[in-house]
């Protein structure tokens, strides 16, 4: 007999707090699958598995998590236990992209999937089975995508295409004597040296004056990155003013779901005020228009920066969650990410710099300039809200909020608007 279920792991007894993972127990022996998620332990309802309503976490968020991670495994098990020899890996691999709750990650594997159904048409094939895959076809499917992208472009596809194989040989789906990918050697994924602004450069964008209204507001934009802890465009594009909450900037980061809380320093203020001053009622302060603006329901899901169109995106809702947005408005998205970037190009040429500037600069710009300031590694990793679960786990609690305001405070004193 099998059960699966939600359990608080505690290496400790003693601990006062756990890691939540999906326990399967079968045959009187128990797997985990961990949620990555840490939660105290009297946060914790161990009889329904699931995290108690507090004001002390996103319970509600939490919680979503582990129900996605429970259908997900679920679904793993419920597969048969031993596929026979002809098991579709296309198959599997369309019920891999299908289980995906992230649009983004959606999209990035069906275009690498259709990638090889386009070199099996190329082969005459029709379908392609876990058996029939060896180190033959996979230098045979690799020549074939190098026809239309770089190497490297190339060796990524068929490292998705071998995390693929591992999800299906954990589920039992099929069992290789010798995995395939055994004997080949895959090109590391090297990312180009990213591009950051010296503190000459930044400081020439900040006194940079700018008449065209278009190029001026992705300036404003682009400053508002690099003061909030390196935002992600795809943050910035999303921020509404419900994240302004007891004078910081609150939000879940869409890519790694980490949430994240930025002091509301005087350049953020100084970068909104074109804004906010619309809003503005007579003897109100900038943080008094922005605390009635985040409360305000004509106001509150209103986007801060206007890229995006608040009713397009009216679904989302009060809670901010943008990560089950519709593949639609997921597209809707990454375009005006890209549109943003192009503006980036016009900024730099009226500002006079030389660096190449996109919304990713921004991040590596706070990254590079704490670094110059001495400012400790950890603190860097923490304040960007790293993704490697590894490092942002391991040095997590080293760092309490007011360390990060303090990082973020060090490199505003440096640059004042």
Same mark, same amino acid.
């Given at each position: 007999?099998?059960?699966?279920?939600?359990? &608080?792991?505690?290496?400790?007894?003693?601990?006062? @707090? +756990?890691?939540?993972?999906?326990?399967?127990?079968?045959?009187?022996?128990?797997?985990?699958?961990?949620?990555?998620?840490?939660?105290?332990?009297?946060?914790?309802?161990?009889?329904?598995?699931?995290?108690?309503?507090?004001?002390? $976490?996103?319970?509600?968020?939490?919680?979503?998590? #582990?129900?996605?991670?429970?259908?997900? =495994?679920?679904?793993?098990?419920?597969?048969?236990?031993?596929?026979?020899?002809?098991?579709?890996?296309?198959?599997?691999?369309?019920?891999?992209?299908?289980?995906?709750?992230?649009?983004?990650?959606? #999209?990035?594997?069906?275009?690498?999937?259709?990638?090889?159904?386009?070199?099996? !048409?190329?082969?005459?094939?029709? /379908?392609?089975?876990?058996?029939?895959?060896?180190?033959?076809?996979?230098? @045979?499917?690799?020549?074939?995508?190098?026809? +239309?992208? %770089?190497?490297?472009?190339?060796? *990524?596809?068929?490292?998705?295409?071998?995390? $693929?194989?591992?999800?299906?040989?954990? @589920?039992?789906?099929?069992?290789?004597?010798?995995?395939?990918?055994?004997?080949?050697?895959?090109?590391?994924? =090297?990312?180009? @040296?990213?591009?950051?602004?010296?503190?000459?450069?930044?400081?020439?964008?900040?006194?940079?004056?700018?008449?065209?209204?278009?190029?001026?507001?992705?300036?404003?934009?682009?400053?508002? %990155?690099?003061?909030?802890?390196?935002?992600?465009?795809?943050?910035? &594009?999303?921020?509404?003013?419900?994240?302004?909450?007891?004078?910081?900037?609150?939000?879940?980061?869409?890519?790694?779901?980490?949430?994240?809380? $930025?002091? &509301?320093?005087?350049?953020?203020? =100084?970068?909104?005020?074109?804004?906010?001053?619309?809003? !503005?009622?007579?003897?109100?302060?900038?943080?008094?228009?922005?605390?009635?603006?985040?409360?305000?329901?004509?106001?509150?899901?209103?986007?801060?920066?206007?890229?995006?169109?608040?009713?397009?995106?009216?679904?989302?809702?009060?809670?901010? /969650?943008?990560?089950?947005?519709?593949?639609?408005?997921?597209?809707?998205?990454?375009?005006?990410?890209?549109?943003?970037?192009?503006?980036?190009?016009?900024?730099?040429?009226?500002?006079? #710099?030389?660096?190449?500037?996109?919304? *990713?600069?921004?991040? *590596?710009?706070?990254?590079?300039?704490?670094?110059?300031?001495?400012?400790?590694?950890?603190?860097?990793?923490?304040?960007?809200?790293?993704?490697?679960?590894?490092?942002?786990?391991?040095?997590?609690?080293?760092?309490?909020?007011?360390?990060?305001?303090? =990082?973020?405070?060090?490199?505003?004193?440096?640059?004042?608007?």
């Amino acid at each position: 007999m099998r059960t699966i279920q939600a359990v &608080l792991y505690q290496r400790n007894k003693k601990d006062k @707090a +756990g890691i939540i993972k999906i326990r399967v127990t079968e045959d009187r022996k128990a797997t985990y699958v961990t949620t990555g998620e840490k939660l105290p332990v009297r946060l914790w309802n161990d009889k329904r598995g699931i995290v108690k309503e507090s004001d002390e $976490v996103d319970y509600e968020r939490i919680n979503r998590i #582990i129900e996605d991670k429970l259908k997900e =495994v679920k679904a793993q098990y419920d597969e048969n236990v031993r596929s026979n020899r002809n098991t579709s890996f296309i198959g599997f691999f369309r019920k891999v992209i299908e289980r995906q709750s992230n649009e983004g990650t959606k #999209i990035k594997y069906g275009t690498i999937l259709s990638k090889v159904e386009s070199y099996l !048409a190329d082969s005459k094939q029709t /379908d392609l089975t876990f058996k029939q895959i060896n180190e033959d076809v996979i230098y @045979a499917m690799r020549s074939y995508f190098i026809k +239309g992208m %770089q190497e490297d472009t190339a060796d *990524h596809y068929l490292k998705v295409i071998k995390a $693929v194989i591992r999800k299906a040989v954990k @589920a039992n789906m099929y069992n290789y004597y010798r995995n395939p990918f055994e004997g080949i050697d895959l090109m590391k994924d =090297v990312s180009k @040296a990213p591009s950051s602004l010296t503190g000459e450069m930044l400081q020439r964008l900040i006194n940079a004056q700018i008449e065209n209204q278009r190029i001026e507001s992705h300036r404003r934009a682009f400053l508002f %990155q690099v003061f909030c802890q390196g935002m992600r465009i795809s943050d910035l &594009l999303v921020l509404r003013w419900n994240n302004f909450r007891d004078g910081r900037v609150e939000y879940t980061m869409l890519k790694t779901q980490k949430q994240m809380s $930025v002091l &509301l320093n005087d350049n953020l203020l =100084v970068l909104l005020r074109p804004t906010v001053e619309r809003y !503005a009622k007579q003897g109100e302060s900038m943080r008094e228009t922005i605390d009635r603006l985040s409360i305000d329901k004509k106001y509150r899901n209103s986007f801060v920066f206007s890229f995006l169109s608040d009713e397009e995106f009216s679904c989302v809702g009060g809670n901010n /969650d943008f990560s089950k947005i519709s593949r639609e408005l997921y597209v809707r998205l990454n375009k005006k990410s890209i549109v943003y970037n192009r503006n980036l190009k016009d900024v730099q040429k009226q500002a006079g #710099i030389r660096t190449s500037l996109s919304s *990713h600069t921004a991040r *590596h710009t706070f990254a590079s300039l704490l670094l110059d300031g001495d400012v400790n590694l950890y603190a860097i990793s923490q304040s960007l809200g790293h993704s490697d679960i590894k490092i942002t786990q391991k040095y997590l609690s080293n760092f309490g909020t007011k360390k990060l305001d303090d =990082v973020n405070a060090s490199l505003v004193s440096r640059f004042k608007m």
